[in-house]
Nanobody
Framework: QVQLSESGGGLVQTGDSLRLSCAASGRTASINFMGWFRQAPGKEREFVAAISRSGRNTYYADSVKGRFTISRDNDKNTVFLQMNSLEPEDTAVYYC????????????????WGQGTQVTVSS
């Protein structure tokens, strides 16, 4: 089992930055990818970014590429999502997730989820 706990959400204005953190605990050694997803009201949960176990490979949704950066500190079992130039369209609950598979963009491929953290961007 793997436990995930997100933090760092909040209310910001357009153009501001936020950094989300996801602390992982439990049997994390076999996890292949860590990902961030988000879900806005009335919409499906969507892929935001993912990072490989080593941290050498990162992947992003087109909508956040160039604005968001995913990173990890394996010594602290923590994954980060640095979000810059935030827009109202980024408003959502952000979820950290972990998967044993290689299908890092597929929400159904993830085995463990955090409780989510709210990000609200006002215009």
């Amino acid at each position: 089992q793997v436990q995930l706990s997100e933090s760092g959400g909040g209310l910001v204005q357009t153009g501001d930055s936020l950094r989300l953190s996801c602390a992982a605990s439990g049997r994390t050694a076999s996890i292949n990818f860590m990902g961030w997803f988000r879900q806005a009201p009335g919409k499906e949960r969507e892929f935001v970014a993912a990072i490989s176990r080593s941290g050498r490979n990162t992947y992003y949704a087109d909508s956040v590429k160039g604005r968001f950066t995913i990173s990890r500190d394996n010594d602290k079992n923590t994954v980060f999502l640095q979000m810059n130039s935030l827009e109202p369209e980024d408003t959502a609950v952000y979820y950290c997730a972990a998967t044993y598979s290689a299908f890092y963009r597929n929400v159904n491929a993830y085995d463990y989820w955090g409780q989510g953290t709210q990000v609200t961007v006002s215009s």
